[in-house]
């Protein structure tokens, strides 16, 4: 049995016992990526003005933003931290992106762009709960999650399918 079989199995029998709920880490992590967009606003605004107090915002968002992630990004080993901010900035923009093309009519753009969103974002995930191994990723094969994983879908296929078992927003307790 791989990782990732192990993984779902886990999930679905904490879902059972009413254990497993990462509905309120899914909202957090958008939150995140709204902090990070935050910044990146005050920052632009900032230059764009020519008024640094903006920058005094930006840090008292940032701080925010920092105590916020601990909450998720729990073993941030090597650049995790940062791939981690990265991959919700992205994944964000990516959703910006598609939202726009959707609004102009490009239903087939927009589709490209929230794919590409949700693969990034179901990476942030596949790190911070522990199913990719990154410090094995030189040594794993192309398209695999760790070394015993044999499932021929691709990584974010892969991944795709633990975020919408284990990060589910409609349960409530």
């Avoid at 005094?56 to 992630?69: A, F, I, P, T, W």
Wanted: charged share 35%; proline share 1%; aromatic share 8%.
């Amino acid at each position: 049995m791989n990782k990732i079989d192990d993984y779902l199995k886990k999930i679905e029998q904490s879902k059972k016992e009413a254990k497993f709920d990462l509905s309120k880490d899914e909202d957090l992590s958008i939150a995140l990526m709204n902090l990070i967009s935050i910044e990146e606003h005050f920052f632009f605004t900032a230059k764009k003005s020519g008024k640094d107090k903006y920058f005094d915002l930006l840090s008292e968002v940032r701080k925010m933003r920092q105590e916020l992630m601990r909450k998720i990004v729990k073993k941030p080993e090597g650049e995790v931290w940062c791939i981690s901010k990265h991959l919700l900035a992205a994944s964000m923009r990516l959703i910006e992106v598609g939202n726009k093309e959707l609004t102009a009519g490009n239903k087939k753009v927009a589709g490209s762009m929230f794919e590409k969103s949700y693969n990034l974002y179901s990476l942030f995930w596949g790190l911070n709960l522990g199913v990719i191994e990154a410090g094995e990723i030189k040594k794993i094969e192309s398209g695999k999650l760790n070394n015993t994983d044999n499932n021929p879908k691709t990584v974010f296929e892969k991944l795709r399918t633990i975020v919408r078992k284990a990060v589910d927003c409609c349960i409530e307790q």
